[in-house]
């Protein structure tokens, strides 16, 4: 076994304290933050903070924080190592460290990357959820949080209370206006705790929207003795990526920000309408090939694109129920964009596996295809693509492949997902029971009689004909 990698160089500060040290912030906010401080100095270096498990800490603590990022490109890999981590922590472990990291008068950002279901909000409303197991125990015990807005709100408490200045809470996950989001459900949440603390946080501390974009597979075992082949030490803190990457920020900070742009990052006022294109263009059709693949027995994304009936299907719902309700975003060719992304699913060095992606779909499905399914809806065109993408969702959830083989389905809802799709024996009890779940759908868009039917027939095509003959019928 090769010697493990180490750090090379002296840490610099914590300016940044990062929620959510998964594979994606590596491959992505890490990097950006390594250029910045190789590019302008300063002390922006992280702390990041596991909410869950100490498996990040566990491997990259012996490393001293650094780690090694490898880009797959379609010519092969290339890796350089990162070293911006700082420490990090443990939640469950000691959550008054945690608070203590981010009340810090040194620490300048707390950012996130915790997934929607971090958020404990409601994703039908956007509204904190006041009976999620975890907010409860934090308002009842508002100094040992176990929530990411528990943890915010204990430590601009501590901020406000010492008089000093208060962090940015920058929010790095894919949900639509996630900085309004993030804002939202803060201020729900300290206004429960503390009114003035409420009103201080809002007229205080920035929370500007973000649109993040680079695709991350999961590091398997085979990637880290590829790595340590290749290299000559063992780091199992590895994380893989494509070349890609875009970062756009709205520019509103509270106390300075890292040179970001030094790595390409794109500073503007309002990121909406590029944060809609990268949901909806991006993370829709990502959505719809994982479960329309999954069904069809296509291991990763570059191999559903393959088949030629799935890449006609991206095309189609592109062109004719996605990008007609994308704002035009500033500096961007939504039909370059597209194809650019058509070429990035086919890259054959991302092992982006549909399993992967299809995780959470209860959270996802809201912000990345139901936004697209009204907005048509309401110009009077039934949007067939998505429905067929909600349809294969539900087949997917229903626990049970096309082979008869169960499906590992990894959501917060999956109990209630799997009882709604158990409690009826046909499509149109099936599409009913889990159109009534109203954490996923609203009441407009679940009773509207159009959506329902198309749903409906989408279900009762794939139930029949199996996935890729429905995806060949749609795709023509």
């Not at 035009?328 to 060095?349: H, I, K, S, T």
Request: glycine fraction near 8%; hydrophobic fraction near 45%; include cysteine.
């Amino acid at each position: 076994m090769p010697d493990r990698l180490t750090r090379r160089t002296t840490p610099a500060k914590t300016g940044i304290v990062h929620l959510g040290p998964g594979a994606f912030f590596r491959a992505f906010q890490a990097i950006y933050t390594a250029e910045a401080m190789a590019a302008q100095g300063s002390d922006w270096g992280i702390t990041a903070v596991s909410l869950k498990s100490p498996t990040a800490r566990d491997q990259l603590d012996p490393q001293g924080g650094v780690y090694t990022a490898v880009e797959l490109g379609p010519e092969g890999r290339k890796s350089q190592v990162i070293e911006s981590i700082v420490r990090v922590l443990v939640a469950p472990e000691d959550p008054a460290a945690v608070v203590a990291a981010m009340a810090d008068p040194g620490v300048r950002i707390v950012s996130l990357t915790i997934t929607e279901k971090g958020y404990c909000h409601d994703p039908a409303t956007g509204r904190l959820n006041r009976d999620h197991l975890d907010i409860v125990h934090d308002l009842a015990n508002p100094g040992q949080p176990r929530s990411a807005p528990g943890m915010i709100v204990a430590a601009l408490a501590a901020r406000q209370k010492a008089g000093g200045k208060p962090f940015t809470v920058l929010t790095c996950d894919n949900l639509p206006s996630n900085g309004k989001l993030a804002k939202g459900i803060v201020l729900e949440f300290a206004r429960a705790v503390d009114p003035a603390l409420a009103d201080w946080i809002a007229a205080n501390v920035p929370f500007p929207s973000t649109m993040v974009d680079r695709i991350t597979p999961a590091t398997t075992p085979a990637d880290v003795a590829a790595l340590a082949k290749a290299e000559g030490y063992d780091d199992p803190a590895c994380v893989m990526h494509e070349p890609f990457r875009q970062w756009v920020i709205e520019d509103d900070f509270a106390d300075g920000r890292p040179a970001w742009e030094a790595g390409g990052a794109q500073f503007v006022r309002d990121v909406e309408a590029h944060e809609l294109m990268k949901l909806r263009c991006l993370n829709g059709t990502h959505s719809t090939l994982a479960y329309l693949g999954y069904l069809a027995g296509y291991q990763t994304i570059a191999e559903t694109v393959a088949d030629p009936a799935y890449a006609a299907l991206c095309d189609r719902l592109w062109r004719e129920e996605i990008v007609p309700t994308v704002p035009q975003p500033e500096g961007e060719d939504l039909a370059a964009y597209c194809a650019a992304l058509l070429a990035r699913y086919r890259n054959p060095g991302i092992r982006h596996r549909t399993w992967q992606i299809a995780m959470d779909g209860s959270q996802k499905l809201p912000q990345r295809l139901l936004g697209v399914a009204r907005a048509r809806l309401a110009s009077g065109e039934v949007p067939k693509g998505v429905c067929l993408a909600v349809a294969g969702w539900m087949r997917y959830v229903g626990g049970v492949d096309e082979a008869g083989a169960a499906i590992d389905v990894r959501d917060p809802l999956a109990a209630e997902l799997r009882a709604a799709s158990d409690s009826a024996d046909t499509p149109e009890g099936k599409v009913a029971a889990l159109l009534a779940l109203r954490q996923v759908f609203d009441a407009a868009l679940a009773e509207d009689a159009a959506f329902r039917a198309c749903v409906t027939d989408a279900y009762r095509t794939l139930a029949t004909k199996g996935a890729r003959a429905a995806v060949a019928d749609y795709a023509g």
